[in-house]
């Protein structure tokens, strides 16, 4: 067991430092005009990205559980946290602290939604999980299309335009007040106020936060619950409280993302988290390895830039994209390749973890 924790330690440091050099690097090369106009505007995409696919791993490779809606709790924090943003420009006047409360306030909505939407999806298994929680996904998607919130010297005015007939002057805002919020036509006229800094920074968090939760013995209990659900019960693990706090948390990860992602654009409407979003975030989280942080960090980034870099193909970039994928796949099946993953990185098998 030492050994193996030693192992998973090892892991994790290189994770971080990974992370970091990364980091530097690419602040080195944009201070001296190396990227690409492109490349660096995907910068705080990436960082979203990546710690939207960590977020998920926490339900998928390690709570075992499929989740067809996270791109849900992600919208979530994107307008919750572009409404707190933008309702505090008036009174906060430093970006960096505006965008701070943001992200707290996204990873909070976020969480109170996965708390809702956790309590009777975490009651069903398999395919059936997977269907209510695509369709929760959808739910808050067409809830945020409905959503209308403006700004004015008396405070926040919100409405929910259910009968289509709602616009931003039913609100009745002041001289002062400003629309934030316009139903399907999403977010407009945002303070672009996301840094990369603040999406490195982001990650870290989020590796320490999911790192740690897996090394402890809540994350022991998970991994337990993913095992065996009836060999855990029958030990005496609350299996509804474990597996909550891991949904709920990955759920306010997610929603920080989101915050920092809405917080990035100028315009954003809620159509860009519907169910193509999730299941790209899924496709880094298989793609990187079920478990596997450090994967779902390589696959968010490397998939996301390439068809950037395929951008010279045209037409048939998206073609090699596809290619890719199945190489990718079929490499990551190989019994070969993963024997020799296996012998260069350490990997939290099913035994391990009942061991560890």
Not at 6 to 35: C, E, H, P, Q, W
Request: contains cysteine.
């Amino acid at each position: 067991m030492l050994k193996n924790m030693k192992k998973d330690t090892k892991v994790n440091f290189a994770t971080y430092a990974g992370v970091i050099i990364a980091f530097v690097v690419l602040l080195s090369l944009r201070s001296m005009g190396l990227l690409s106009r492109s490349l660096s505007g995907m910068l705080v995409p990436i960082c979203c990205y990546v710690v939207m696919a960590i977020s998920l791993n926490l339900t998928v490779g390690v709570l075992g559980e499929l989740s067809l809606g996270h791109a849900g709790f992600m919208s979530v924090g994107a307008f919750g946290g572009v409404i707190v943003a933008m309702g505090l420009s008036t009174s906060i006047g430093s970006d960096p602290l505006r965008l701070i409360i943001a992200m707290i306030a996204g990873a909070i909505f976020a969480a109170i939604a996965g708390f809702i939407v956790g309590i009777p999806v975490l009651r069903l298994r398999g395919d059936y999980l997977a269907i209510v929680t695509l369709a929760f996904g959808e739910i808050i998607k067409e809830l945020m299309n409905c959503l209308i919130v403006g700004y004015d010297s008396r405070g926040l005015h919100i409405a929910l335009n259910i009968s289509g007939k709602v616009t931003i002057d039913t609100l009745g805002l002041d001289e002062t007040g400003f629309a934030i919020i316009k139903g399907a036509q999403g977010a407009t006229g945002t303070d672009k106020i996301a840094t990369f800094t603040a999406g490195f920074i982001l990650i870290m968090i989020a590796l320490v936060i999911v790192l740690n939760l897996v090394n402890s013995r809540s994350g022991r209990a998970i991994l337990a619950i993913r095992d065996n659900r009836i060999a855990a019960e029958s030990v005496g693990i609350n299996v509804t409280k474990y597996k909550m706090m891991a949904f709920v948390t990955s759920a306010a990860m997610a929603g920080a993302a989101g915050a920092l992602y809405g917080l990035n654009y100028s315009n954003m409407a809620a159509s860009k988290f519907d169910f193509n979003t999730s299941i790209l975030v899924l496709v880094f989280v298989v793609l990187g390895g079920l478990g596997r942080i450090w994967g779902s960090v390589v696959a968010a980034v490397v998939l996301y830039v390439l068809p950037e870099a395929l951008r010279e193909f045209a037409d048939y970039r998206m073609l090699v994209y596809a290619v890719v994928l199945i190489l990718v796949m079929l490499a990551t099946n190989s019994p070969a390749i993963r024997g020799l993953l296996a012998k260069v990185i350490p990997h939290r098998g099913k035994g391990e973890e009942k061991n560890g």
